[in-house]
């Protein structure tokens, strides 16, 4: 069992940046993947980013060169690093784990770009 909880979200004006955390509880954390997804409101939940247990990553196209995901394994934490942040990168950012058949949600952590 894992369990995730965000941090980091807030207020941010159009070109600010922020760097949103996610702890993990529960053992192996190393061995999960992990991924950053977010959800707009009035829209589906989409992909942000991924990093697997072997370190490599791969970025939705809209956040590409904008966004960096890195992990702590030590610290079972993961986070993401956003830059040059826009209007549309307004939504809840959730953090997600996986391995095998399992996967787990945090609750979400809230990101308003908006001057």
């Known amino acids: 069992q894992v369990q995730l909880v965000e941090s980091g979200g807030g207020l941010v004006q159009p070109g600010g940046s922020l760097k949103l955390t996610c702890a993990a509880s529960?053992?192996?954390?190393?061995?999960?993947?992990m991924g950053w997804y977010r959800q707009a409101p009035g829209k589906q939940r989409e992909y942000v980013a991924h990093?697997?247990?072997?370190?490599?990553?791969n970025y939705a196209d809209s956040v590409k060169g904008r966004f960096t995901i890195s992990r702590d394994n030590a610290k079972k934490t993961v986070y993401l690093e956003m830059n040059n942040l826009k209007p549309e990168d307004t939504a809840v950012y959730y953090c997600?784990?996986?391995?095998?058949?399992?996967?787990?949600w945090g609750q979400g952590t809230q990101v308003t770009v908006s001057s």
């Open positions: 990093l697997t247990n072997g370190g490599m990553t």
């Open positions: 997600h784990a996986s391995w095998a058949t399992v996967a787990y």
């Open positions: 529960g053992s192996r954390f190393s061995i999960y993947a």
